[in-house]
Structures are given as structure tokens and as C-alpha cells.
């Protein structure tokens, strides 16, 4: 395992069920950490400190480090994303899973304001045969409302800043960071989803979601294939170098695309679009020290029907490793 927390390093995301088998792997492939995705923790917006401290210990069992948990609910979560009825109670909800997470010594919270569930319109093979999921606009434009009415993006705006205004104060309390994903399919251009924008899609949305919130502990799950979805390779270093200077690079989702704006496939690491030695370089140049982590990982033979993607989390992390260890030792 690679010790301390101050230094660039590779984790590993794991399934919601954080199963032995997967701890066991990334502990075998010398993992820093995991990031838990929606740990089933509660059937509300509320997590105790007992079931979050034996989630930290269980992890730290294998010889890991829990780096973050990444969502939770997000039925529940649309009431606060798009100030339905029973807003203010769910944020209070929310409110005392961010102190327990800070009690619980978990200091990373990751989450999106994305309402609409939609993320991609099917799969499409790559190198060797590889599934990889794809998106193309041209499927979605005709959706009906995935809410009970259309939204606009104003509202999403307003209900964001409602939204940072009283959780941030509450998260500096408590030592949490709250690290947010770009919308994905992020979609600047394009339609607005079945109803609902996607105000999360491009530079110009997170500046002003930084400025919104006002605060050390509000920063990115920096997505470097979301960012490739918005613009392609230079928008992700520009984005990288702007975002980290300011000490807002929480954890990376290190993976990338082929394809920019309404159509795109995913595909495996060093074979899309982005300089992903150059982002190495801007993470360095601006002092990153958190960790990156695999993300939608291609679906190779032996991955079965469905699942965690055993094969393509072991290449990918694989790939990730050999890599961080070679710039290392070359820059």
C-alpha cells in the first residue's frame, strides 16, 4: 500500500457492496485506497457514525485507505436538487450525514447535479471486442419528462446555491470535503434531458459553481472522460491546471473517451483523446496529492454478464499504476 496522503497515488473504485473479494484485489494489486460508490448504509439520506466507522475499519482491515464515498440515494437526492417538497427536510437529512462523516474520519463526499438518470444510449465494441458504453443525442432528444414538469436552468442555479448556502458552513465544520461530478453525458450544447438541463457540463458552469460556494471544502470529482466529452484534450489540461492551482482537484476519475459533445464512446485508457502523460505533468505542476481511480472500465472476456468488470478494473489500474511509476521515475 502506498503510505501517507501526500502524494499523487492510485486507489481503486469499488462496487456498492465493497465485497471481500474486491478489497482483496485491490489490496493485491497494491491499491492506496477505495472509493465506495452508494454504500447501503440506510434506506434515507441519513448514515449513524456506527455503520460509516465499521465501513472505515472494515476497508482499513485490508490494508487500505477509504478515500471517499461517492453518492448516495438519488431519488432522495432530487428533492434538494430540484427544491421538490420535502426539500429542507431532506437537506437536514443530508446535513447529519455530512457530521457523521467527519466523526467517522471519512473526508471525502462526492455527489452531482444531475437529476435525470440518463447516461448512456447503449454499448459498442472496441479494441479486441471489448464492450464500451456510447452515447449519441439523437436517441434522447425526444424523451419524455423524467420528472413531473420541465425544468429550467435557472432553477437548477437557484436550487444549487439554496443547496451550498446552507451545507458548506456544515461540511468546513465537520472536515468534509464535498467533491462534485460533471454531468455526464455533459451535453453544453445539447438538449436538455427529459426536461431537466445539465447545468454541470462545461468550464464555465463549475467556475460559477466555485464561486457559488464559497469554500475550501467544495471542489471537483474531476472526471477526465467527462471533461474529454465537453472539449477534448487541451479542455481537460486547461481545466486540470485552473481547478488544481486553486486547490480544487479532490480525486480523479482517470479515464477518457473517443468522441466530443453529443457523440462519444468510452474505450480504454491511452486510446482516447486526451495527453494522458501531459495531464500527469499538469497534476504534478500543481501539486496534486490525492489519488486517481479507474471509472466505467471496459467489459473484457471474463468479465461475465455484469458486474463489478473484474478484468478491465485489473488492467485498468494496472495501466494506471505503470504509468504514475514511470512519469515518476522520468520527470
Known sequence: MTSGADVMRVSI?????????????????????????????????????????ALR?????????????QNMRLDLFDEIRLARPGRDARLEDLLYTIRNLGAAGVSVFAYNWRPNRLYRTGHVPTRGGARV????????????????????????????????????????????????????????DGPAIGGVPRIFSSFEGFKRGMELADSPNWGLLFCLGCWSEMGGSDYVLDALRFFGERDKLFYIHFRDVQGIGNVFNE?????????????LGVLKEVGYTG?????????????????????????????????????????
Open 13 to 53: 473504485g469499488l462496487s456498492g457492496k465493497a465485497s471481500d473479494e474486491e478489497l482483496t484485489l485491490a489490496a493485491q494489486m497494491g491499491c492506496a485506497g477505495v472509493v465506495v460508490p452508494s454504500p447501503r448504509l440506510s434506506d434515507t439520506l441519513r448514515w449513524e457514525v456506527d455503520d460509516l466507522l
Open 57 to 69: 475499519r472494515r476497508v482499513e482491515g485490508f490494508g487500505l485507505r477509504l478515500e471517499a464515498i
Open 291 to 331: 489519488c486517481l481511480i479507474d471509472d466505467h472500465v471496459p467489459h473484457m472476456a471474463g468479465d461475465g454478464d455484469g458486474g463489478w468488470g473484474t478484468q478491465g478494473r485489473l488492467y485498468s489500474t494496472g495501466y494506471l499504476m505503470g504509468l504514475l511509476r514511470a512519469f515518476n521515475d522520468l520527470s
Open 267 to 279: 474505450c480504454f485508457i491511452g486510446d482516447g483523446q486526451v495527453d494522458i502523460t501531459a495531464a
Open 133 to 188: 458504453t456510447a452515447f449519441d443525442v439523437e436517441q434522447v432528444r425526444d424523451l419524455p419528462l423524467s420528472h413531473e414538469r420541465a425544468y429550467t436552468a435557472d432553477e437548477l442555479w437557484a436550487n444549487f446555491a439554496y443547496f451550498v448556502e446552507r451545507v458548506m458552513p456544515v461540511a468546513e465544520a465537520a472536515g468534509v470535503k464535498l467533491a462534485h461530478h460533471p454531468d455526464d453525458p455533459p451535453l453544453p
